[in-house]
């Protein structure tokens, strides 16, 4: 492809990374609403971004406009995310986290070894959301940006509306005590199913923006490791603040990216792949030990159960 051959332009590399950063900065933002707010370890956020990615590859190969593949993209990662909630939910902590990380390692090897769903091993190409012939590379780049970002901006205005309200609060006192969220009548059950269902979604969405931009996915695609970089990013920019998790999505897709190009102008003793993973692990380890809270700190001060609990009571006599 030409948008790989031509990745020594530092423009075309810088453009490269900003479109990788707003794609990451979606599932970032998808995990601070699971983790940050809600309390609750997903370490499969891979399957669902597989879920969406190849649908939306599926629906392209087939014809279907890009707004139809992003959509169903979407919905079919949101029942994904629905249908592993109601087992998985039931669990806690680190039985939840073993779970999730388990299913979407399931889903992979699906993907992998059964050749009718999208290729198997050889993988799907999928076409470009838009097809416009003889525009430079970095005009084709632009239009991806604005594609990306307008979907960031939308997740992220969705997101801060539902942690913003009333909900929201019930959010974070269910991550604070969610016994005594119970204890107030409150299904907390139904309140996690629907979190994992529209944050399963918000990853569907970035599946279908990543398959459309690179062009070519197959199952060696999706990883573990790219469930780790997302807590990565969460951690790194501040858990419950979805600025930080915009900010760690920048901070760990720059390093994970830079060190790639980074070869082509330094001779490095290390090879740049292991080297990323050690800057990250440095980074992490540093922020862990002198700013826990991560880069932003939480934007509102947290609401915990009994304070929920004491208005409720309030209102009630």
Same mark, same amino acid.
Request: hydrophobic share 50%; charged share 15%.
């Given at each position: ?5 031509? =990745?020594?332009?530092? $423009?075309? &590399? #810088? %453009?490269?990374?900003? +479109?990788?950063?707003?794609? !990451? ?124 970002? =307008?979907?960031?901006? $939308?997740? &992220? #205005? %969705?997101?801060?509306? +539902?942690?913003?309200?009333? !909900? ?150």
């Amino acid at each position: 492809m030409e948008r790989v051959g031509k =990745l020594a332009d530092p $423009l075309i &590399y #810088l %453009l490269d990374m900003v +479109i990788f950063i707003g794609i !990451y900065s979606i599932v970032s933002i998808s995990l601070n609403l699971e983790y940050g707010f809600t309390g609750l370890a997903n370490f499969g956020k891979v399957a669902f971004f597989m879920v969406g990615a190849y649908s939306s590859a599926i629906l392209a190969n087939f014809g279907y406009p890009y707004i139809v593949c992003i959509l169903v993209a979407a919905a079919m990662a949101g029942l994904a995310g629905f249908l592993v909630s109601i087992p998985a939910l039931r669990l806690r902590a680190d039985y939840l986290a073993i779970v999730t990380l388990a299913f979407g390692e399931i889903l992979r090897f699906i993907f992998k070894n059964e050749d009718w769903i999208a290729g198997g091993v050889q993988g799907i190409t999928v076409p470009s959301a838009f097809q416009l012939t003889g525009i430079p590379i970095r005009f084709s780049m632009l239009i991806q940006i604005g594609i990306v970002y =307008l979907s960031l901006a $939308l997740c &992220y #205005l %969705l997101v801060q509306l +539902i942690v913003n309200s009333p !909900y929201g609060r019930t959010l974070k006192a269910i991550r604070e005590d969610e016994l005594a969220v119970q204890a107030l009548g409150k299904n907390t059950f139904n309140y996690k199913t629907q979190v994992f269902s529209l944050s399963s979604a918000m990853t569907g969405l970035a599946g279908s923006l990543f398959a459309q931009y690179v062009r070519f996915i197959d199952p060696y695609t999706f990883e573990p490791f790219l469930t780790f970089s997302v807590w990565m990013m969460v951690i790194l920019g501040g858990p419950a603040n979805n600025l930080g998790a915009i900010l760690g999505a920048g901070v760990v897709t720059s390093l994970e990216r830079g060190a790639r190009i980074i070869k082509d102008y330094i001779l490095l003793p290390v090879d740049p792949h292991n080297l990323r993973i050690m800057l990250i692990g440095t980074l992490i380890i540093l922020i862990l030990m002198y700013k826990p809270e991560g880069l932003l700190k939480e934007s509102k001060i947290k609401t915990s159960a009994l304070e929920v609990s004491k208005k409720w009571r309030r209102r009630r006599s």
